[in-house]
């Protein structure tokens, strides 16, 4: 497939850009998005972030905020389906193909002609398998996987000493059915027995847990008051 133009599709965690969609509440989004809003963040992961704010049209070309991030920050309502009509613009070839039983490898191959290959292909597909999940109406195929790290001469990486083998998650015993698609999504995510997370990626799932939360269990009760996000609390990668 011949690659496109423009930036690549985004590539960083897909809770990095819910958790900084939350964030915003409080004050609405800035003018633009740029390295003096993003101070927490490396410089390698503010370029990253930037590029796909700009693929995905949130931003334009000098980080000036557009309506589909406003759209984002001030419908938390309509988040999940706001995420599903990005991923159709942005990923029609995807979108398409997860309709049917496509492989990883045709995945792989539409990625290709997003721009982007290798480990960089793996982050973006990762990406774009959360957030259609965080969507919930979105077509997955059940082959499509996030693509494993390979070394340079294409063998697998083995994986750390410390992941232990898990049990298989099984309807009777693991996420319950019935459940709000986007809260499914995030709770596949949780680590495997043995695993674990980074300090910035525990506090990433608690930001994006809460914000899905708001809109999958919502608080009938009036006299409740939501816990607010800490102000300290890194939502980067």
């Known amino acids: 497939m011949e690659a496109q133009t423009g930036p690549p599709p985004p590539y960083f965690a897909f809770r990095t850009l819910t958790n900084m969609i939350v964030k915003m509440e409080e004050h609405g989004p800035p003018n633009r998005v740029d390295r003096y809003f993003l101070t927490g963040m490396s410089g390698a992961g503010q370029t990253q972030f930037i590029a796909g704010l700009k693929s995905l049209g949130l931003i334009d070309q000098d980080g000036a905020v557009q309506p589909k991030l406003v759209e984002l920050v001030n419908q938390p309502d309509d988040r999940p389906g706001l995420i599903g009509e990005l ?3 942005r990923y029609p070839e995807a979108v398409k193909l997860g309709e049917g039983n496509a492989t990883t490898g045709e995945l792989l191959e539409v990625f290709a002609g997003y721009g982007v290959q290798g480990d960089t292909a793996r982050k973006a597909i990762a990406f774009y398998l959360q957030a259609a999940k965080y969507a919930g109406d979105i077509p997955l195929s059940p082959s499509f996987k996030t693509p494993s790290v390979r070394s340079p001469g294409g ?3 083995p994986r750390s000493k410390s ?3 898990t049990a298989v998650i099984t309807p009777s015993g693991g996420i319950p059915s019935g459940l709000h698609p986007a809260l499914a999504g995030l709770l596949g995510d949780i680590p495997k027995r043995g ?3 980074t300090k910035a990626e525990h506090g990433d799932f608690k930001a994006a847990f809460d914000a899905v939360l708001k809109i999958a269990a919502p608080i009938t009760d009036p006299d409740a008051e939501g816990e607010e996000l800490s102000e300290d609390e890194d939502w980067s990668e």
Request: hydrophobic share 35%.
């Open 195 to 197: 695993e674990s997370w």
């Open 163 to 165: 992941a232990k083998p």
């Open 87 to 89: 991923l159709r613009e």
């Open 155 to 157: 063998a697998k990486k």
